[in-house]
Nanobody
Framework: QVQLVESGGGLVQPGGSLTLSCAAS????????MSWYRQAPGKERELVAT????????NYADSIKGRFTISRDNAKKSVYLQMNSLKPEDTAVYYCNAKRWATYWGQGTQVTVSS
């Protein structure tokens, strides 16, 4: 059974930091590209960051470039999103995504940036 379980969300003040984690099971994690998406209330889901299967290639949305860092640990079957200098507009549900021949989604974790 495929599972992607996100954790690490919460409430943070503007300018603060959070690290999201996504633990994978049920598929060959090391062969899948991994991504983080987010969806704010009333908006479409958007791609935040992607990391290639071996971790060498990373791509970021312009809105978060320079503030967020995606990383992965294939031995731990996990992907991470380090988020710094958070802004209120980063408030959203953040989803972990795995893609190769199939696409898998996690259940999401809420990030709220507010004073």
């Amino acid at each position: 059974q495929v599972q992607l379980v996100e954790s690490g969300g919460g409430l943070v003040q503007p300018g603060g930091s959070l690290t999201l984690s996504c633990a994978a099971s049920g598929f060959t994690f090391s062969t899948y590209a991994m991504s983080w998406y987010r969806q704010a209330p009333g908006k479409e889901r958007e791609l935040v960051a992607t990391i290639a299967s071996a971790g060498g290639i990373r791509n970021y949305a312009d809105s978060i470039k320079g503030r967020f860092t995606i990383s992965r640990d294939n031995a731990k079957k996990s992907v991470y999103l380090q988020m710094n200098s958070l802004k209120p507009e980063d408030t959203a549900v953040y989803y972990c995504n795995a893609k190769r021949w199939a696409t898998y989604w996690g259940q999401g974790t809420q990030v709220t940036v507010s004073s």
